[in-house]
């Protein structure tokens, strides 16, 4: 199958998952009010899991470039774990959810600022110390988050639960995230020649005129911003940034120009089915995204790595 045959396909999958998405779930009889919960609840929060999975699985797939690792994610550098101990923070002290949106948002910028500090200096020549410093943090932020759980009040912390392992309830405004990623996608694919040759070395990609250091800048930076964004709005979503680039690769998408695209439709229609599941499988109840995408990806990852 043709690399154009295998977009149109992924197209048509994600227009089917947010049809799905828009219908899982039940419906009042009254006609209007139906609508009104399509229109002004459901729909939204439909077209954000699917910015949220396209920005994810596009930023996996940009990390996975910079580090040359199939198994790198979009929270390598510490991200969540920055956003996450700010807007808990935020809840703790009871602020607004934009507030606590601005908080994560904030969060998330200063753990790649750390992670560009503490380990970019090297960045044209080894990514190893940006690694080494994103895990570091990664586990820094961890600890913290923990203290701030364990002295939080008790009635604030299904919240804050809920935040850390990723939940679409409270996310607002699914017309940026959209306009993000539709910016990060074309960005990405501007970069997509670029980043076959990086992908193979960084010294063959330097010897045919490719900058390698300012190209890994962009990489990180971009992949940082996309994961912030989805954080700030979302929480901790995992294992669609890293499963759905993998997979992807193991099916054929190997140039990134159609490789790129790809991750945006593929990581959004996964997003928006795991949401669906979400809402509805313990109905009237909820269970966070993040928990259903776990629950998919660690037995999907084990079969692929399985697989030559």
């Known amino acids: ?151 939080a009040p008790i009635e604030r912390l299904p919240g804050m639960l809920f935040f850390l392992m990723g939940d679409l309830a409270w996310t607002s405004n699914p017309f940026m995230l959209w306009a993000a990623l539709l910016l990060a996608t074309g960005t990405a694919l501007g970069l997509s020649r670029r980043l076959d040759v990086l992908q193979l070395s960084p010294l063959k990609a330097a010897s045919l005129g490719v900058a390698v250091a300012p190209t890994r800048w962009m990489l990180f930076t971009l992949a940082g911003a996309c994961t912030a964004l989805v954080v700030a709005q979302a929480g901790s979503i995992g294992f669609v940034g890293l499963m759905v680039p993998h997979a992807l690769r193991k099916t054929g998408f190997s140039g990134h120009r159609v490789l790129l695209p790809a991750c945006a439709l593929a990581g959004g229609s996964l997003l928006v089915l795991a949401d669906a599941l979400a809402r509805t499988v313990i109905a009237p109840r909820e269970l966070p995204v993040g928990v259903l995408t776990a629950l998919l990806g660690v037995p999907m990852m084990l079969w692929l790595l399985r697989k030559p």
């Open 1 to 151: 199958m043709s690399s154009a045959a295998k977009l149109l396909l992924l197209g048509l999958t994600a227009l089917l998952a947010l049809a799905l998405g828009l219908m899982a779930g039940a419906l009042p009889a009254d006609h209007e009010l139906a609508m009104q919960i399509l229109t002004e609840l459901r729909g939204p929060r439909v077209a954000a899991a699917f910015a949220c999975g396209g920005l994810l699985a596009l930023a996996g797939a940009l990390m996975q470039t910079l580090f040359r690792n199939p198994l790198a994610e979009p929270y390598l550098l510490g991200v969540s774990g920055g956003a996450g101990l700010l807007a808990l923070l935020g809840m703790a002290a009871g602020l607004a959810w934009l507030w606590v949106s601005v908080l994560a948002f904030a969060g998330s910028l200063l753990a790649l600022a750390l992670a560009a500090a503490l380990g970019g200096r090297l960045l044209a020549r080894d990514h190893t110390p940006l690694l080494l410093a994103g895990v570091m943090l990664a586990a820094g932020f961890g600890s913290l988050i923990a203290l701030v759980l364990s002295v």
